[in-house]
């Protein structure tokens, strides 16, 4: 029997990017740019708006190699999970064990990826990256653990987007350490079991509620990654600032960690931003006047809210009296699709009281008609409706 692996080798950290962030870019890039789909002002608003977005974008990809943190030391935050994860890791190499399978969840930019790169780094093992659309077929599966040694971690992003058929072909993988390879059709098909060495699987997904309970109970450590808070974020703001040669004062890093909506991928995005504009106004060091100029410029206003969060407000309050509105009409409204709604922008701006989750849609908070400067009715919400995005259905 000859198995003819799909996939083309290991992702090591110099790999270009990850395949489905890449086309996820084009699709940005070639959206933003057809003129046939979108006006040059619209366009331009889109652009802005992606300042803010926590999906990965070509720039942050070309950084992102030099910011991320290569060990639990350098990691800022996230302190219960990496706690676990330090403790369980020293118990594994200690046991010359691997690590338990680990499932990470949480709105993107949080930090998944760099978990899954940091356990690998601390176990001293390698890391094999791909995402779940691009394992489609059972050969992709097998290609892929194929090429694991013992103890390397495998990390699979957008794990919920498996196929059913790879999803199958993974439990005796991650059970038991072996794979099961069939050949030839009807009565002549044969199944010949392999084992393979023992690895560690680390998943991640910003949809926790779309994994079967079947994968999710294979999982030993299941972590949900938390928004960062301020010190947190300026301790991300400052290291950056510092690898990417950039004077900033404290106060300039505080303004930046302030609007980075909780999340260090925009932390890091911001502080591009700032340092670039400062470079063409001439500063050496930047101040904290050239950081607010610099994020008004790209409109992120004090709340950390772009274009895209204030016309999500705008559109509760002016055009339904601040809801209940369902997610499909705003998307609509918003000609933003679903999944990016629910996925990178309500968990902020519910994480931090703009708009209420409830049954019957979204509601905007009174603390949204003060951002935006509206007259709050007097808002009686029965807040025992009211649903955390973040708690999915575990
Ligand atoms: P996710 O996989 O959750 O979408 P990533 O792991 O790709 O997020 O993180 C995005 C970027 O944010 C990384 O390039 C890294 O530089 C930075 N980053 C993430 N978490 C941290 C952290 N805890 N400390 C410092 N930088 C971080």
Redesign the pocket.
């Known amino acids: 029997m000859t198995i003819i692996p799909s996939y083309q080798g290991k992702s090591p950290d110099n790999s270009p990017s990850r395949p489905d962030k890449v086309a996820q870019a084009k699709d940005e890039k070639s959206v933003l740019d057809d003129p046939q789909t979108v006006s040059v002002t619209e366009s331009k608003a889109r652009k802005r708006s992606l300042v803010l977005s ?3 974008t070509p720039a ?1 990809n070309r ?3 030099a ?3 290569q060990t639990l030391s ?5 302190s219960r999970i990496k706690a676990m994860m330090q403790m369980s890791i020293v118990a594994a190499k200690g046991r010359n064990e691997s690590l338990d399978h680990v499932l ?1 969840y ?12 940091v356990i690998a780094n601390e176990m001293g093992a390698n890391i094999h990256m791909a995402s779940g659309p691009s394992l489609e077929r059972p050969r992709d599966i097998i290609g892929l653990v194929h090429q694991l040694e013992k103890h390397d971690v495998l990390f699979i ?1 957008e794990i919920h987007r498996l196929s059913r058929v790879a999803e199958e072909l993974l439990y005796p993988a991650i059970e038991d350490f072996v794979i099961d390879l069939t050949s030839g059709k009807g009565q002549a098909t044969r199944t010949m079991r392999l084992p393979l060495p023992r690895f560690t699987l680390v998943g ?1 997904t ?1 949809k926790a509620g779309m994994i079967s309970n079947a994968l999710r109970d294979r999982f030993g450590f299941v972590c949900r ?1 938390e928004f ?1 808070n301020q010190e ?1 974020l300026c ?2 703001v400052a ?2 600032t510092k690898i990417l040669n950039v004077k900033a004062e404290e106060k300039a890093v505080q303004v930046i960690a302030s609007r980075a909506r909780g ?3 925009i ?2 995005r911001l502080v591009r931003l700032v340092r670039d504009y400062g470079q063409y106004q001439g500063k050496d060091v930047i101040d904290e006047g050239t950081a607010i100029a610099a994020l008004e410029s790209y409109q992120v206003d004090t709340s950390g809210l772009d274009s895209t969060d204030r016309r999500f407000l705008e559109i509760l309050i002016d055009n339904y009296n601040g809801g209940p509105v369902g997610v499909e009409t705003i998307a609509a409204t918003l000609g933003e699709d679903r999944d990016t709604l629910e996925d990178v922008y309500e968990p902020f701006l519910i994480q931090n009281g703009f708009i209420h989750r409830t049954p019957r849609g979204r509601m905007a908070t009174a603390k949204a008609y003060q951002h935006l400067k509206r007259k709050a009715p007097n808002m009686q919400l029965n807040l025992d409706l009211a649903v955390d995005p973040l708690e999915e259905k575990w």
């Open positions: 926590a999906q990965e942050d950084s992102d190699n910011l991320r943190p350098e990691y800022v935050g996230q990470f949480g709105p993107p930019g949080l930090g998944k990826t760099t978990l899954a790169k992003d991640a910003t990654l960062y947190e301790a991300i290291r950056t999340t260090p991928r932390a890091n």
